[in-house]
């Protein structure tokens, strides 16, 4: 878990907002809420995935200073929530393990075919490393991009016939068209 100086809304020192709350008009409040920190302190601490097992050690989900956590199953429904939109994938039938997309899949190949289109890459290969942590990908938002996360975003790419996936023992890569 990467140490950001996090920002933290209003709600997060607010003791209800660790308990999902039973009328629905503030319950549908309060769970918007936890899917904008999530997905913002995911963006801000580059996190691509999580485990709800181990969500009671991370900040996100436990606020020491009011002595308050989100129980793993408010966590898991508000993940199933943000995967509605595209934001978050359950990796297992238990959704212990999440992916977290604080930009949906699509918006992500969008901007990686972006920047190949303005690099003047297409019909070249670069190796995965390059696209996600290569010297000349600093300063993009893709940077520093999950390995798994990164296929996922090429695989909409390689749907598109913007790109072709090479996933040989011997090189992890793209083609982009």
């Known amino acids: 878990m990467t140490e950001v100086d ?3 809304p209003w709600q997060y020192s607010f003791p209800p907002f660790f308990t999902l709350q039973p009328h629905p008009e503030t319950r549908s409040k309060q769970v918007a809420a936890w899917k904008t920190l999530i997905l ?5 601490t580059k996190t691509y995935s999580l485990d709800v097992r181990e969500a009671n050690q991370w900040p996100l989900f436990s606020n020491s200073a009011i002595n308050r956590k989100l129980d793993s199953n408010v966590i898991i429904s508000i993940l199933s929530e943000l995967a509605k939109n595209g934001n978050a994938a359950a990796l297992d039938k238990a959704k212990n393990r999440w992916e977290i997309y604080w930009h949906t899949l699509e918006e992500w190949a969008s901007m990686i075919y972006g920047y190949i289109c303005e690099s003047g890459l297409q019909n ?3 190796t995965f490393f390059e696209l996600s942590n290569g010297t000349d990908v600093e300063g993009q938002e893709f940077f520093g991009i ?3 996360v990164l296929i996922k ?3 909409v790419l390689e749907n598109d016939r913007k790109c072709e996936l090479i996933l040989a023992d011997d090189m992890q890569g793209v083609k982009f068209f």
Do not use: G, M
């Open 6 to 8: 996090i920002s933290w």
């Open 40 to 44: 913002d302190y995911c963006r801000q």
């Open 124 to 126: 070249s290969v670069i």
């Open 146 to 148: 999950q390995t798994e």
């Open 153 to 155: 975003v090429l695989r």
